[in-house]
């Protein structure tokens, strides 16, 4: 069975730091890109960020940029996304999503529309950073 579980979101407060892991199971993340979205209430879902598989580029929302920094260990099979000086408006779910595309590159600035349309996603896990 394909599955993609997220983990350590919780409670914090602005300014503090979480880190979110996304492991696979089903899958190797070989030839995929792995990402997060995020969706606050009443809001669109957004992306975060992505990795490609095979080079390990990474790409960003400008929201994120300088604060967030995904990785990714192959040989466990999970990405993690590290979250620094977190601000009241980066509450919301996060879900990992994984999207299989030609030796698993995101595909510079298509990365959202690509990872967007993902053939895997996680259930989420919730972020809520207090002021």
């Known amino acids: 069975e394909v599955q993609l579980v997220e983990s350590g979101g919780g409670l914090v407060q602005a300014g503090g730091s979480l880190r979110l892991s996304c492991a696979a199971s089903g899958f190797t993340f070989d030839d995929y890109a792995i990402g997060w979205f995020r969706q606050a209430p009443g809001k669109e879902r957004e992306g975060v960020s992505c990795?490609?598989?095979?080079?390990?580029?990474?790409y960003y929302a400008d929201s994120v940029k300088g604060r967030f920094t995904i990785s990714s260990d192959n040989a466990k099979n999970t990405v993690y996304l590290q979250m620094n000086s977190l601000k009241p408006e980066d509450t919301a779910v996060y879900y990992c999503a994984a999207k299989r595309t030609l030796y698993g590159l995101c595909y510079g600035s298509s990365w959202y529309g690509i990872l967007s349309v993902g053939d895997y996603w996680g259930q989420g896990t919730q972020v809520t950073v207090s002021s």
């Open positions: 990795i490609s598989s095979s080079d390990g580029s990474t």
